[in-house]
């Protein structure tokens, strides 16, 4: 039998006041996808876990009425799937965003900056696999970017050898998935979808 998934990202409830890229007051917001997410974060303040494992309930519960077999948390902590997990990597700059032009020339925005070496902080995605997993009996498929997609939609003032970037994101990556697999997580996908653009 054909087994169902999602994609990953789920639009927020209108009760997790967190940005994306999508639910600013403008609209979709490219230019500047980061900005305000930490400040949202700490605005939640001792509420954040119960208000995301809400977010994420209510995001489970729409997928299993539709009758998806592998539910995803939505991403519903994430401003977006690629910053959200350079946040918990060593050597990304989140408070000097740098302007860069992305997807050919397709738009322009402030981005994180590599600046130092790219190295794993301690594992996270395990907690938000756990979070979700501890809401429904079906098996929870946790979503990450790949390594070409975070060198591309970052700045980078460090390395100067995209191989090499890539071989760093690439390993600290693999210690994200290693520690979910430990944990019991059965689907991991990982989006990479500059390998369309850039094969």
Not at 89 to 100: A, C, I, Q, R, Y
Not at 139 to 161: F, N
Request: charged share 25%.
């Amino acid at each position: 039998m054909i087994q169902t998934t999602c994609i990953g990202a789920y639009p927020k409830p209108e009760f997790v006041a967190l940005p994306d890229w999508f639910n600013t007051p403008e609209g979709t917001d490219t230019s500047d996808p980061t900005r305000w997410w930490a400040e949202a974060m700490a605005a939640l303040g001792a509420d954040a876990e119960a208000t995301l494992s809400r977010g994420v309930a209510e995001v489970l519960g729409d997928q299993e009425q539709a009758g998806i077999d592998i539910p995803t948390d939505g991403e519903v902590p994430r401003e977006n799937y690629i910053h959200y997990h350079c946040r918990h990597l060593e050597g990304v700059d989140f408070s000097n965003l740098t302007e860069k032009t992305l997807r050919n020339g397709a738009y322009v925005a402030r981005l994180p900056t590599i600046r130092q070496p790219v190295r794993a902080k301690n594992p996270f995605l395990k907690h938000d696999w756990q979070r979700a997993q501890n809401l429904t009996q079906r098996p929870v498929k946790v979503t990450m970017p790949g390594p070409m997609t975070i060198g591309d939609t970052t700045a980078d003032a460090y390395y100067d050898d995209p191989k090499r970037r890539g071989a760093d994101l690439a390993d600290a990556l693999n210690k994200e998935v290693l520690d979910l697999a430990q944990a019991g997580c059965r689907y991991i996908q990982i989006d990479e979808p500059l390998f369309a653009r850039k094969p």
